[in-house]
């Protein structure tokens, strides 16, 4: 079963992912919004080209800047191993939950 994080547990949850990435992190979210200190966890990938960062986000078609603020996109360009992808996140639901069958 799926573990909604917030606050605390979600920080503790992603800097641990994070710094024990070896090849690649991805990071599948309908928003993604970010604050100082996930910006300072996010900081060790952004030089290296041994970690891929994937990013998979938006619930918003056509209104990016509504999944995503546009200074957290341009914070993320400047990352050296980077993907991102603009996807209907309902979509992703169904093909989870029938993954599961």
């Not at 710094?19 to 604050?35: E, G, T």
């Not at 996010?42 to 078609?61: M, R, S």
């Not at 341009?74 to 990352?79: C, D, G, L, R």
């Amino acid at each position: 079963m799926s573990t909604f994080l917030t606050g605390e547990q979600l920080e503790d949850k992603l800097t641990d992912i994070i710094w024990n990435a070896k090849r690649y992190v991805i990071i599948i979210s309908p928003f993604i919004k970010l604050d100082d200190h996930v910006r300072s966890i996010f900081d060790k990938l952004k030089a290296t080209h041994e970690i891929h960062l994937i990013l998979v986000f938006g619930k918003n078609e056509g209104y990016k800047q509504k999944s995503f603020r546009e200074d957290d996109f341009e914070y993320f360009k400047a990352f050296k191993n980077i993907s991102y992808f603009i996807i209907k996140i309902f979509m992703l639901n169904i093909i989870v939950m029938n993954g599961k069958d």
